[in-house]
């Protein structure tokens, strides 16, 4: 198929680039401030999708032309950068409207996608579990219900104006007017396959917290930052998890809970989260909040940057606001400046420690600063842990057993039958006490 009638003929609910030749487009606003350079998150969201990238533009205006996005003569120019590199598509770093797509499509010849598309398509990609695939799902059908007249080259077709064909038995009796056009019937469909996804993810939402609930009485962290900050590697230097990690955006979509022994019988249930990234798009974080209840529950916050990036200061910042999205931007955490064996910058790294001055320098690749942050992690277990004297039957094993595991014994001394036990104890684990034991009794 010729390229120059591409927007005449190919489907637009296709985003996939794996293996396609791209050009990356950006439009910046005339006032911006342009740190490093503007296309490299996109360049490495387009090879994390598999494409190779073939040519860039960039051009500074004030607003997104509403025709086009781009100006007429920078239209052009992507065309011609396009036909002398033998691209297949054309990747725009800013949001683009449907008629926007249309337009860009009809003059270059080629297949375009904004951002959010080329991040759903990676996640498309990486989805592994059903719980992934669901939620990948049903964040591509939202971002497609609203666009689909522009999307579908058959959605002008009308369907059910009467007669014998087969569009008219689609249009039934009792429809009004000329019958429902074909858009009014995707819809439908869109609208019917969002509400089952919804219902099966929001079973899965259920079970996922009545797990996060059950471990309660442990005290949990949760690793969350910035994509391809280093998550994944922390992940198996701290638990040996055995977890992929590859030099790509987004490699963890499902989260990874394991065992942390900080040694003296403490351990921390430490879970691996999906990274974030700017502009990320809301309905994905919809989608995605039950891979994220581990964040949201969490006793701790690993917040994991990487000191490496010219631009780990607006990262660090998107994280946040991202938690903040979630419900939880007032959770305790621990910022972590990883990759330190790889900071070639040392005025940026300053920079850093100056905004960020409780930070923890670590590297999840050499392990240098490991030890601390077990210390940290500790001291934060500690400090919520509150002095009680408690008194428990002493034939209740499983409550000793408990209070064994999960608080520490100041002193012990037993009376008439009961044990009282001077402890050191966290909240939470008070808590399931009280559901566990026969009768305990606070002194």
């Known amino acids: 198929m010729a390229k120059g009638t591409f927007a005449q003929q190919a489907p637009r609910d296709d985003f996939s680039v794996r293996r396609e030749r791209a050009v990356l487009v950006g439009v910046l606003d005339n006032g911006a401030e342009v740190i490093g350079d503007p296309l490299a998150e996109l360049a490495e969201l387009a090879r994390s999708a598999g494409a190779e990238v073939v040519g860039r533009a960039v051009q500074k205006r004030r607003g997104c032309d509403p025709a086009t996005c781009v100006g007429k003569g920078k239209l052009e120019e992507i065309r011609q950068r396009a036909d002398a590199a033998d691209a297949d598509v054309i990747i725009f770093n800013n949001e683009l409207s449907p008629s926007q797509i249309r337009e860009i499509e009809k003059a270059t010849g080629r297949k375009v996608l904004d951002r959010s598309e080329l991040i759903l398509d ?178 701790l916050l690993l917040h994991v940057a990487d000191a490496s990036s010219p631009c780990a200061d607006e990262q660090i910042e998107v994280v946040k606001g991202v938690l903040e999205e979630l419900g939880a931007g007032d959770k305790p955490a621990l910022l972590l400046l990883n990759k330190m064996d790889a900071v070639s910058d040392e005025g940026l790294l300053t920079i850093l420690r100056q905004n960020y001055p409780d930070a923890l320098p670590i590297s999840a690749l050499t392990g240098a600063g490991l030890d601390r942050l077990r210390d940290a992690v500790e001291a934060q277990m500690r400090g919520e842990r509150q002095r009680l004297t408690l008194s428990v039957c002493a034939t209740d094993g499983k409550a000793l057993g408990f209070l064994e595991r999960f608080a520490d014994v100041l002193d012990r001394r037993y009376d008439n039958g009961r044990a009282i036990l001077d402890v050191l104890i966290p909240p939470r684990a008070l808590e399931h006490l009280h559901t566990i034991a026969r009768d305990v009794r606070h002194i």
């Open 122 to 299: 990676i996640f498309a990609t990486r989805a592994r579990t059903t719980q992934a695939r669901l939620q990948v799902e049903l964040a591509q059908l939202e971002y497609t219900a609203p666009r689909l007249r522009g999307m579908w080259t058959h959605l002008e077709r009308i369907a059910g104006a009467g007669g014998a064909s087969g569009a008219g038995v689609v249009g039934g009796i009792g429809t009004r007017g000329p019958g429902e056009t074909q858009i009014e019937i995707d819809r439908r469909i869109v609208d019917r396959r969002v509400a089952f996804l919804k219902r099966k993810l929001e079973a899965i939402d259920r079970r996922k917290l009545r797990e996060v609930r059950a471990r309660r009485e442990h005290f949990t962290a949760s690793l969350v930052g910035y994509t391809n900050a280093g998550k994944s590697t922390l992940m198996n230097a701290l638990t040996g998890a055995g977890a992929r990690v590859e030099n790509l955006l987004f490699m963890t979509l499902d989260t990874l809970t394991r065992r942390w022994e900080l040694g003296s019988g403490r351990c921390v249930l430490l879970s691996d989260t999906v990274g974030f990234i700017r502009d990320l798009p809301h309905h994905l974080v919809a989608s995605f909040r039950a891979t994220l209840e581990e964040a949201i529950h969490a006793d």
